[in-house]
């Protein structure tokens, strides 16, 4: 990671703690978190599912980091960075404490507030497979397949 990352993911982690104790703070039973990115004002947003504000923060790096990446590219590269950043110990401890209506998902949204990406969802009833499983799953049948049939050759 580059200090910009670096600078990126610790700014981020920091506005989803403060989004989360804001919301036990008001006693909010939620049901999604909404997560906006406005590269060209450089803002990180974190909305309710009201689409009330919960923390803001402004990141100088993120229009560097925007720049780094092409536009087609972009997008994937901050979903893959958002996971990051929810997967982190502290994050997830955070989330965990909220109080939730399952299923709740942190969820990018455009500019229009409108998803682009299911960032995490946490449900105890439920089990949730992301697309990269079945591709997973896909290639492991295959090499399991592939070497029950070399045995017959």
């Known amino acids: 990671m580059g200090d910009s990352e670096s600078t990126l993911f610790s700014v981020i982690s920091k506005t989803f703690c403060r989004a989360v104790e804001k919301a036990r703070a008001e006693e909010m039973s939620l049901t999604d978190m909404y997560v906006q ?6 803002l990180f947003s974190v909305f309710d599912d009201t689409e ?3 923390a803001q923060a ?3 790096e993120l229009e560097e ?21 929810l997967a982190q110990e502290s994050v997830d401890k955070a989330l ?37 499983f079945w591709e997973k799953m896909d ?15």
């Open 139 to 153: 290639k492991e049948l295959d090499d399991f397949f592939e070497e029950l049939m070399s045995d017959t050759k």
């Open 65 to 85: 980091w925007h720049g780094a990446n092409d536009d087609e590219n972009s997008n994937e590269a901050l979903i893959v960075l958002l996971k990051k950043v």
């Open 37 to 42: 990115v406005k590269y060209d004002e450089q």
């Open 58 to 60: 402004t990141i100088e």
């Open 96 to 132: 965990h404490s909220l109080d939730i209506i399952p299923p709740f998902s942190v969820v990018l949204v455009d500019g229009a507030m409108e998803p682009v990406a299911d960032l995490v969802t946490l449900d105890d009833e439920n089990v949730y497979l992301h697309d990269d």
């Open 52 to 54: 009330n504000v919960l």
